[in-house]
């Protein structure tokens, strides 16, 4: 049921100046992407094994504002594991008691795959974006 680990996102003020770092050691680097529906724009850092996600504010009631407020410098955000079945998991979880943010109707993430992010307190005070692979 839980698959790769898809990403790490790491929650900044300026995406692209904050992936240039990794193109310096020669990681394949996406282009900038706005997702108005999330509130963030997005760089990816391509890696072997994974990617890193860099998510930047987009619009006044970006979900990232207040961690950013938080954190001046950036941080670790979140962590994104692929699932097979995005409603089969959701649904499993919910049954075991974990809370499923917004709706809990999947939305369309970064990578044009349903997503949807679970609350920091039932997974050990992380949160965790789950991904239909
Ligand atoms: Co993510």
Known sequence: MLGRLNHVAIAVNDA???ARIYGSLGADISPAVPLPEHGVITVFVTLPNTKIEFIQPLGETSPIAKFLERNADGGIHHICYEVPDITVARDLLIKEGARVLG?????IGA??????FLHPKDFSGALVEIEQA
């Open 16 to 18: 692209e100046k904050a």
């Open 103 to 107: 709706d809990g109707i999947p939305k």
């Open 111 to 116: 990578h044009g795959k349903p997503v949807l």
